[in-house]
């Protein structure tokens, strides 16, 4: 059984502020700082300010700054990566917006490379029909993104409590006889991740602000503080999540042995974007004859193609393709600063030498359900970010498209709590309910029966193999386990990785980033969400075809 609360010292202290926003990457520090004038902002952080996955970002922000570009044509690329499951609204508010979200952060301080007139420099990725990302630095873009934040939010006074987990969403009942969020248990702790102190903060307004999960996997580009603790908490809470089986793998992650785990060196689909073919080990083009856009096809097509090659063994080499870029000789130590010291790092000189990469976890492309203004379905809990769903990307994320959300979300909400709060209410204990932790220990099991069966494609009989090996870590939670943030988050990946193995085999057809190699097309009836919720009899399905939609309908 998936505990419905995590396990941990007593509380000893209480704090209250207006709002309290979890996690510190682009969406929560525009939430925090859009909302400070008017309102006191607690910002919690498991790590240091700058740990989340926003600093890796390479490519850049998306937006319309073209003349010869056009938000109509930005609309129409997000709908087309996002395979049929996209809210259109959503789509076009947020490319509307997107060009001032980038001049605000320009005001902010904000450096983007530029060109010879001195706009910005815009270049292109995967799936975009024009030239309209925004980049810094040549490849460092999210770094100077986190950095603007980072100055802005804390000279406006927003007050960071950093080293500290935030726990379990505290719940308590409004004026309607609803449920709302009341504030977080948060625990303070310290550089072993070992509790020293366990608090109460109560807000009027929780902001989730987590990132992703793509430390469930044992090879991603994120950073390893993203293990989905804010999805976990929101679950707990009774939330409702939705498109969590679209996964998005991205194509290009250097490839440093078969035995490497954890992050991996992302390369960029900006170097793509600059003319870089992708090649097997034969010296044969992948993406030929594969899609119009050959090597800037949307990233699930490209991934499922580089798979496939893989797949195939072309010259005796079945875990990797090649990445070509030495067309751009020693300007790409210029253009692409942070993916040459990888590459060199790892004995490849990308100047003279092909790249030799393969796909990894890189972002969900689903999460807590919410609108762009971050709002969900629990009155005083937000999400903005990775970490919400608010079908701008439906089935598969167009490329750099996230950044930009998190941005436009995170300050939309801000703005909106800075006019107007959620009424105060007071916190109250939960009722008894299934607790405990999974020992860290079984963090490695976990990681590598996801990235075994759950991968770029998949099948029900992995699926299913997948799903029994989850069962049998539920059976080790016990609240005889050490609390710690390795167990805390080895809970969390496994309420994750429970929640995503159920909506990817319940999803019988392939569509955006979710291939099935037993469904392999895309079936009208599947164009829906798959919503997910946890309660005391374990995890449901709602939005299966043919199945009544009550709560209930489908349990696991």
Same mark, same amino acid.
């Given at each position: ?19 309290? &926003? ?120 999210? @770094? ?20 500290? +987990?935030?726990?379990?969403? #505290? ?74 089986? +679209? ?11 078969? !035995? ?47 798979? /496939? /090659? ?11 393709? +090649? ?12 253009? +692409? ?105 079984? @963090? ?19 699926? /299913? ?13 016990? #609240? ?5 943030? /390795? ?54 399905? !709602? ?12 349990? &696991?």
């Amino acid at each position: 059984m998936l505990p419905l609360a995590l396990d941990a010292p007593a509380v000893t202290w209480t704090r209250d502020v207006d709002v309290v &926003v979890l996690g510190s990457g682009a969406a929560g520090l525009a939430a925090a700082l859009a909302v400070r004038p008017l309102r006191s902002v607690l910002l919690v952080t498991k790590d240091t300010l700058d740990a989340g996955a926003t600093a890796w970002a390479q490519g850049g922000l998306a937006a319309v700054l073209d003349p010869q570009d056009s938000l109509e044509a930005h609309v129409s690329d997000t709908l087309e990566a996002g395979a049929g499951l996209c809210d259109e609204m959503t789509v076009r508010e947020l490319v509307a917006e997107a060009p001032d979200a980038i001049r605000y952060l320009m005001t902010l301080g904000a450096a983007f490379d530029e060109s010879g007139d001195g706009s910005p420099s815009l270049t292109r990725e995967g799936g975009h029909s024009a030239n309209r990302i925004v980049h810094s630095h040549g490849d460092q873009s999210g @770094r100077e993104v986190q950095r603007t934040l980072d100055q802005r939010a804390l000279a406006a006074g927003v007050e960071l409590l950093d080293r500290a +987990f935030a726990l379990d969403i #505290v719940m308590g009942t409004n004026s309607s006889g609803k449920a709302q969020a009341a504030g977080v248990r948060v625990a303070r702790i310290d550089g072993n991740g070992m509790p020293l102190s366990v608090g109460l903060v109560t807000a009027r307004a929780v902001v989730v602000a987590t990132g992703g999960y793509g430390q469930v996997f044992a090879s991603t580009s994120n950073p390893p503080a993203v293990t989905g603790d804010g999805l976990a908490a929101a679950l707990r809470a009774g939330a409702e999540a939705a498109d969590l089986e +679209f996964i998005q793998f991205h194509p290009t992650v250097l490839y440093t042995g078969p !035995d490497a785990v954890g992050q991996q060196p992302l390369i960029s689909e900006a170097v793509r974007g600059e003319g870089a073919i992708l090649y097997d080990a034969l010296g044969e083009r992948v993406m030929v004859g594969v899609h119009p856009l050959e090597d800037l096809a949307p990233r699930d097509v490209v991934a499922a193609a580089i798979s /496939r /090659r893989m797949a195939e063994s072309p010259g005796g080499v079945d875990d990797h393709v +090649f990445l070509d870029a030495t067309h751009l000789g020693t300007s790409f130590e210029t253009r +692409f600063p942070s993916i040459t010291e990888a590459c060199r790092a790892n004995g490849i000189d990308p100047v003279t030498q092909r790249i030799p990469v393969a796909p990894a976890a890189h972002y969900a492309c689903g999460g807590i359900r919410a609108d762009l203004d971050g709002c969900t379905g629990i009155a005083g809990l937000y999400a903005v970010g990775e970490v919400a769903c608010t079908g701008l990307h439906g089935a598969n994320r167009l490329a750099s498209n996230s950044v930009t959300e998190g941005l436009v979300a995170g300050t939309r909400l801000g703005r909106n709590l800075a006019w107007r709060l959620p009424e105060h209410v007071e916190p109250v204990d939960a009722p008894d309910s299934p607790s405990g932790l999974l020992g860290a220990g079984h @963090r490695g099991l976990l990681r590598a029966e996801m990235s075994r069966h759950v991968g770029v494609m998949r099948s029900e009989s992995g699926l /299913r193999s997948c799903l029994e090996a989850l069962a049998e870590l539920s059976s080790e939670v016990s #609240v005889g386990t050490t609390a710690s943030r /390795r167990s805390w988050e080895a809970t969390n990946l496994l309420t994750v990785a429970t929640a995503v193995v159920v909506a990817a085999l319940a999803r019988t057809e392939s569509r955006g980033c979710h291939r099935r190699s037993d469904w392999p097309a895309p079936l009208d009836d599947w164009r829906r969400h798959l919503g997910v919720y946890l309660d005391g009899s374990g995890l449901h399905l !709602d939005g299966i075809p043919g199945a009544a939609p009550a709560p209930g309908s489908e349990r &696991v």
